[in-house]
């Protein structure tokens, strides 16, 4: 099965900025093959659909991302990245990478992915 690792978290004021990547290794079928999620748990424990990218590059974001953040992908490195600008204190939460079908109706569905990392903490204060 495919490990996912998350690196890139830390502590930052309100408006600054994070690069989070993800790196993928042991995976059966091609990386490229997969689509690619962020996702992130707060202190409510829900994991919400942050941002996903497609195989063929289509990309789609939560609401109360749109604009400030940008998930992207290098197939050639077998790693996923989400820039984080403009953080805002509700950014605060863990951030996990997914990957999972790329046919998948709902791609911002945690139901819609089969592999995880472990996730990297993101603080922004305020």
């Known amino acids: 099965q495919i490990q996912l690792v998350e690196s890139g978290g830390g502590s930052v004021q309100a408006g600054g900025s994070l690069t989070l990547s993800c790196a993928a290794s042991?995976?059966?079928?091609?990386?490229?093959?997969?689509?690619m999620g962020w996702f992130r748990q707060g202190a409510d424990n829900e994991r919400e659909g942050v941002a996903s990218i497609n195989r063929d590059g289509t990309t789609k974001y939560a609401d109360s991302v749109k604009g400030r953040f940008t998930i992207s992908r290098d197939d050639a490195k077998n790693t996923l990245y989400l820039q984080l600008n403009d953080l805002k204190p509700e950014d605060t939460a863990r951030y996990s990478c997914?990957?999972?079908?790329?046919?998948?109706?709902?791609?911002?569905?945690?139901?819609?992915?089969?592999?995880w990392g472990q996730g990297t903490l993101v603080t922004v204060s305020s």
């Open positions: 997914a990957a999972g079908s790329p046919f998948a109706r709902d791609k911002l569905a945690p139901a819609s992915y089969v592999y």
């Open positions: 042991k995976y059966r079928y091609s990386y490229s093959t997969y689509c």
